[in-house]
């Protein structure tokens, strides 16, 4: 059964959050979303034991429940001086000050005792990397950068996407993002099976030491506007998301809410 075509009209726009008239204490079945929800949990739990669970399920599991995913557009140089081009969708910000990222890249896939070129290219080069964010117009584009293409093969000509030149890293970044981080290493990390002794994955943190955002993409306060962005996440499977309605949330405040939190709670204990 074929999906029906992409829907240009749509786009991210803000609303209203859930259940806006939610208060301290109050439970989940007190609005009929939230018991709807609940219904659910009726028909019981699948509970999985990890060290049990062919790594090839746990895989499929793992990422079509931790979503949605940002989407890292790593750009690197081999030794050799091959650019490589590759998404990751095990990435995520760490710190803000120094400027971290995180990038998880698998080993398997990789020839035996061989990293991917990715892990690689970052290990062994002395010349940076460039973290670019994907969006709709070219995700067909930043996709066909996943191949598994051969270590001497750039995937720059493959995908169709442009080289721009960085100002701080050897590694071209992607004119088509919006969004660009010039990156050197911070750290490498190996994650080893406990039970095989085996490095199955490579975690990447890098130092961003310049960014480069699109003024279009700019609202008044300097912060990116999701509405023009327009970021692709990565789901489970082989499916993508885009960012449908938005809402604002305020982070509760306990020193302005205080009086209401302690009446909840005393409301709760006497019921």
């Given at each position: 059964?074929?999906?029906?075509?992409?829907?240009?009209?749509?786009?991210?726009?803000?609303?209203?959050?859930?259940?806006?008239?939610?208060?301290?204490?109050?439970?989940?079945?007190?609005?009929?979303?939230?018991?709807?929800?609940?219904?659910?949990?009726?028909?019981?739990?699948?509970?999985?034991?990890?060290?049990?669970?062919?790594?090839?399920?746990?895989?499929?599991?793992?990422?079509?429940?931790?979503?949605?995913?940002?989407?890292?557009?790593?750009?690197?140089?081999?030794?050799?001086?091959?650019?490589?081009?590759?998404?990751?969708?095990?990435?995520?910000?760490?710190?803000?000050?120094?400027?971290?990222?995180?990038?998880?890249?698998?080993?398997?896939?990789?020839?035996?005792?061989?990293?991917?070129?990715?892990?690689?290219?970052?290990?062994?080069?002395?010349?940076?990397?460039?973290?670019?964010?994907?969006?709709?117009?070219?995700?067909?584009?930043?996709?066909?950068?996943?191949?598994?293409?051969?270590?001497?093969?750039?995937?720059?000509?493959?995908?169709?996407?442009?080289?721009?030149?960085?100002?701080?890293?050897?590694?071209?970044?992607?004119?088509?993002?919006?969004?660009?981080?010039?990156?050197?290493?911070?750290?490498?990390t190996p994650i080893v099976?406990p039970s095989s002794g085996?490095?199955?994955?490579?975690?990447?943190?890098?130092?961003?030491?310049?960014?480069?955002?699109?003024?279009?993409?700019?609202?008044?306060?300097?912060?990116?506007?999701?509405?023009?962005?327009?970021?692709?996440?990565?789901?489970?499977?082989?499916?993508?998301?885009?960012?449908?309605?938005?809402?604002?949330?305020?982070?509760?405040?306990?020193?302005?809410?205080?009086?209401?939190?302690?009446?909840?709670?005393k409301r709760v204990s006497?019921?």
């Open positions: 059964m074929s999906s029906p075509p992409f829907d240009r009209s749509l786009g991210s726009k803000y609303t209203g959050t859930p259940n806006p008239a939610w208060s301290w204490c109050q439970k989940i079945d007190s609005t009929p979303g939230g018991r709807k929800w609940m219904e659910g949990e009726k028909q019981g739990w699948e509970t999985i034991a990890t060290a049990e669970e062919d790594p090839k399920k746990l895989y499929a599991l793992m990422i079509s429940g931790i979503v949605p995913r940002p989407i890292a557009l790593v750009s690197t140089i081999s030794e050799e001086g091959i650019e490589n081009l590759a998404p990751f969708s095990w990435f995520g910000m760490i710190s803000n000050w120094p400027p971290v990222v995180a990038v998880s890249c698998l080993n398997h896939g990789a020839a035996p005792g061989r990293l991917k070129d990715t892990s690689n290219n970052v290990k062994n080069s002395k010349g940076g990397f460039v973290i670019s964010i994907i969006s709709e117009p070219f995700v067909e584009l930043a996709n066909a950068s996943s191949i598994d293409a051969p270590p001497e093969v750039s995937e720059w000509s493959l995908s169709g996407l442009t080289k721009v030149p960085s100002i701080h890293v050897k590694a071209s970044r992607v004119k088509e993002s919006a969004f660009s981080m010039e990156c050197e290493l911070y750290q490498t099976d085996e490095t199955t994955t490579t975690l990447i943190l890098a130092h961003v030491k310049y960014i480069h955002v699109r003024k279009d993409m700019l609202n008044q306060r300097g912060t990116i506007d999701i509405t023009k962005f327009k970021p692709i996440s990565r789901l489970g499977d082989n499916s993508y998301g885009r960012v449908g309605d938005a809402f604002k949330l305020a982070r509760p405040s306990w020193a302005a809410d205080e009086g209401k939190i302690q009446e909840a709670i006497e019921d």
